[in-house]
């Protein structure tokens, strides 16, 4: 019996592409002596492709440290679920978010900051795990001691 382990990707036989920009836009303001406020924007777009069939996956063996376990015939190396890769992986998405915020300061070492943002996701493609689309708002408020 022959014994073998190949070792590769299936990235080597798929086409990806991956995009991903941002543009980030920062201002603070000082708008007292003690009053500090910032405001920020971020929005990224992202895109991913992965373009392949399974017919072209190599053929890989599942190894042990003792021998071969199984061919890629068996446990999860199925055509149905193989070429979900290609569809699964076509992503694409834009992301806003807004932040407002400040930091007051109480005196020259005890300060006090606050924090709000709004989250938007907009998916354009559904995922394994579906639709994606979706906002949030979160934020912290928080106090501090210079030393």
Do not use: H
């Amino acid at each position: 019996m022959v014994q073998s382990t190949q070792f590769g990707s299936y990235c080597s036989v798929a086409e990806y592409e991956s995009t991903v920009n941002t543009l980030a836009l920062n201002v603070n303001y000082q708008a007292t002596k003690k009053l500090l406020v910032n405001a920020g924007f971020t929005y990224n777009k992202a895109e991913d492709t992965w373009d392949w069939d399974f017919a072209d996956r190599p053929s890989l063996e599942f190894t042990s440290a003792t021998g071969i376990v199984g061919a890629a015939n068996d446990g999860y190396d199925t055509e149905s679920q193989n070429n979900l890769m290609d569809e699964d992986s076509d992503l694409s998405y834009e992301q806003y978010q807004m932040t407002l915020g400040g930091t007051y300061n109480f005196t020259e070492t005890f300060y006090g900051n606050a924090s709000f943002t709004y989250d938007i996701f907009d998916a354009q493609e559904t995922y394994v795990y579906g639709d994606e689309d979706g906002t949030a708002y979160y934020g912290y408020v928080g106090i501090g001691w210079r030393f």
